[in-house]
T-cell receptor, first 112, second 113 residues
Framework: GENVEQHPSTLSVQEGDSAVIKCTYS??????FPWYKQELGKRPQLIID?????GEKKDQRIAVTLNKTAKHFSLHITETQPEDSAVYFC???????????FGAGTTVTVRA | DTAVSQTPKYLVTQMGNDKSIKCEQN?????MYWYKQDSKKFLKIMFS???????INETVPNRFSPKSPDKAHLNLHINSLELGDSAVYFC????????????FGPGTRLTVT
């Protein structure tokens, strides 16, 4: 099955700086890569996703890049704000798969 | 107009007891999931139902038994609760069951003493 590794496990950034989280996946057939954000005590929520026919996708201050050759994808958060503090999960999904293979999560702390 | 709801939100019980968690979604989705999130925050999938049919059954003790009476409901019954069952349990649903956005419920924090 698909195996997703996520780094770093914790990330502390100064407000206004950028944050980058990287994930690698094992199944070269995977074609869908969502990112979920989970604030403290809340449910995970989808913040951005990318499919394998696209190399990059942006939504305001967040962007995701995908390198299919190297089998890795990254989440970029620019101009970080205190409300960006949360646990972020990446996931990879092979075709016709019914489940998401989640990474272990990255706890992001934005320092004021 | 909550999309995915779970009851109860908190559950404190003693070892050896039997308890149930209920989940309902009003999104018209076909597929529902149960996840377990332990203290290390890892989201571990447990079960998935598609149109009331069990399609994913990960390595979960037999003490855990899911039931889907209809597409909108997925319940989780746990027998003989153990300390290690303490975690947050999330229900989720997706429209097609394949690669699409998952909507999570608010979670049920289970504490076994």
């Amino acid at each position: 099955g698909e195996n997703v590794e996520q780094h770093p496990s914790t990330l502390s950034v100064q407000e206004g700086d950028s944050a980058v989280i990287k994930c690698t996946y094992s199944d070269s057939a995977s074609n869908y890569f969502p990112w979920y954000k989970q604030e403290l005590g809340k449910r995970p929520q989808l913040i951005i996703d990318i499919r394998s026919n696209v190399g990059e996708k942006k939504d305001q201050r967040i962007a995701v890049t995908l390198n299919k050759t190297a089998k890795h994808f990254s989440l970029h958060i620019t101009e970080t704000q205190p409300e960006d503090s949360a646990v972020y999960f990446c996931a990879a999904v092979p075709p016709a798969a019914y489940k998401l293979s989640f990474g272990a999560g990255t706890t992001v702390t934005v320092r004021a | 107009d909550t999309a995915v709801s779970q009851t109860p939100k908190y559950l404190v019980t003693q070892m050896g007891n039997d308890k149930s968690i209920k989940c309902e979604q009003n999104l018209g989705h076909d597929t529902m999931y149960w996840y377990k999130q332990d203290s290390k925050k890892f989201l571990k999938i447990m079960f998935s139902y598609n149109n009331k049919e069990l399609i994913i059954n990960e390595t979960v003790p037999n003490r855990f038994s899911p039931k889907s009476p209809d597409k909108a409901h997925l319940n989780l019954h746990i027998n003989s609760l153990e300390l290690g069952d303490s975690a947050v349990y999330f229900c989720a649903s997706t429209q097609t069951g394949l690669a699409s956005k998952q909507y999570f419920g608010p979670g049920t924090r289970l504490t076994v003493t």
